[in-house]
């Protein structure tokens, strides 16, 4: 999972397996939650949402999997592939009541996936 | 659509240069964005934009200043360039409901001797 410190998390799959991805997100009164995929030299892309009234969605080989109870975000990639190899950040919304959190979102650290043929 | 795009890519800066690195976006954004990335930690918010002629702060804006003439452009300004402020910086925008996220651009990478 996600930490505090130079030294990003980093996790090794074989191709084919699944892979588990967590973050521990910050603000409790956060209503929306993202993860980016980021590979080496671009900008990070979106790969899945969810709201806070939700506790799980799944889109295309990812699920993501939100406990608001212990403040936990997790992403499953299942059949990993090499083409998954890359930093993977999550990021939280803080609730938009009253129109003032303009969509700014505060990124994890990261975690790095390596995905071996 | 060329999405979020940002020039230049790489920059090579003596400490003390000025130099405004550019962003545009071609889907109609409310909201733009200015953050760096450095090693080891994640994307740290320097400044942002509502709306045209409209700028604010983020969590690291030392050094820093904005500027929004244009709904489709975010310049960001160095006055006076630091070893501190060698980063990699991305612009990224969002529609008004944020859904979807933020889209991103490509990055550029700055390196002040």
């Known amino acids: 999972g996600e930490s505090v410190g130079l030294h990003l998390p980093t996790l090794s799959v074989q191709e084919g397996d699944n892979s588990i991805i967590n973050c521990a997100y910050s603000?409790?009164?956060?209503?929306?939650f993202i993860w980016y995929k980021q590979e080496s030299g671009k900008g990070p892309q979106f790969i899945i949402d969810i709201r806070s009234n939700m506790d799980k969605r799944q889109g295309q080989r990812v699920t993501v999997l939100l406990n608001k109870t212990v403040k936990h975000l997790s992403l499953q990639i299942a059949a990993t592939q090499p083409g998954d190899s890359a930093v993977y950040f999550c990021?939280?919304?803080?609730?938009?009541?009253?129109?003032?959190?303009?969509?700014?979102?505060?990124f994890g650290q990261g975690t790095i996936l390596t995905v071996h043929p | 659509n060329a999405g979020v795009t940002q020039t230049p890519k790489f920059r090579v800066l003596k400490t003390g240069q000025s130099m405004t690195l550019l962003c545009a976006q071609d889907?109609?954004?409310?909201?733009m964005y200015w953050y760096r990335q450095d090693p080891g930690m994640g994307l740290r918010l320097i400044h942002y934009?509502?709306?045209?002629?409209?700028?604010a702060k983020g969590e690291v804006p030392d050094g820093y200043n904005v500027s929004r003439l244009k709904k489709q452009n975010f310049l960001l300004g160095l006055e006076s360039a630091a070893p501190s402020q060698t980063s990699v910086y991305f612009c990224?925008?969002?529609?008004?409901?944020?859904?979807?996220?933020?889209?991103f651009g490509p990055g550029t990478r700055l390196l002040v001797l």
């Open positions: 990224a925008s969002s529609g008004r409901t944020s859904e979807g996220g933020q889209y």
């Open positions: 934009s509502v709306g045209e002629g409209t700028t």
């Open positions: 990021a939280e919304r803080a609730s938009n009541a009253g129109g003032t959190s303009y969509g700014k979102l505060t």
């Open positions: 889907m109609n954004h409310e909201y």
């Open positions: 603000n409790s009164a956060s209503d929306y």
